[in-house]
């Protein structure tokens, strides 16, 4: 496999406003764990070997277990995961897959209970951050395998 365009290096400029808006998100309240289960569970809609390779390592790196990582993509069906994990994954699946639903009020009130106006944009915003990656990822060949998460690269 072998990458359509090194998007990186094509528009530098894109790639730092993509990175803003990461440490942006990464800056919020947001636990880390939380953004990595968000970012992996739309990574699995979105079919990125890419960002699933990377947000895998980062999950395992910050103590998500292999467990609830396995089974993320039937988290409904696990007692894995806890409501306010639950109202994030059901977000993050109706925002990746908004084509084909509407948002519903009813899970807009159930992450509502969970999470302040703030958050919600802010959650709002990885998975706009997480969608963007992947389509980058996926549509110009981002080749999965060498990511490594900080503080444990071999260089």
């Excluded at 094509?10 to 730092?16: I, L, S, T």
């Excluded at 895998?56 to 696990?78: H, P, V």
Aim: glycine share 10%; aromatic share 8%; proline share 6%.
């Amino acid at each position: 496999m072998e990458p359509r365009i090194q998007y990186g290096e094509v528009a530098p400029g894109a790639m730092g406003a993509m990175r803003g808006l990461e440490e942006y998100v990464r800056g919020s309240d947001l636990p880390g764990p939380l953004l990595e289960l968000v970012r992996t569970r739309a990574s699995q809609i979105n079919r990125c070997g890419y960002c699933l390779d990377m947000h895998w390592k980062d999950a395992r790196a910050q103590g998500e277990s292999e467990q609830r990582l396995y089974a993320l993509s039937a988290w409904r069906e696990t007692p894995f995961y806890t409501e306010r994990e639950r109202a994030a994954l059901g977000w993050t699946e109706a925002l990746t897959l908004v084509s084909q639903d509407p948002v519903s009020d009813e899970l807009y009130e159930e992450v509502r209970g969970q999470f302040s106006e703030r958050e919600i944009v802010d959650l709002t915003l990885a998975i706009v951050a997480i969608n963007g990656w992947n389509r980058l990822a996926v549509g110009l060949r981002t080749v999965p395998g060498s990511y490594q998460p900080p503080g444990t690269r071999q260089d």
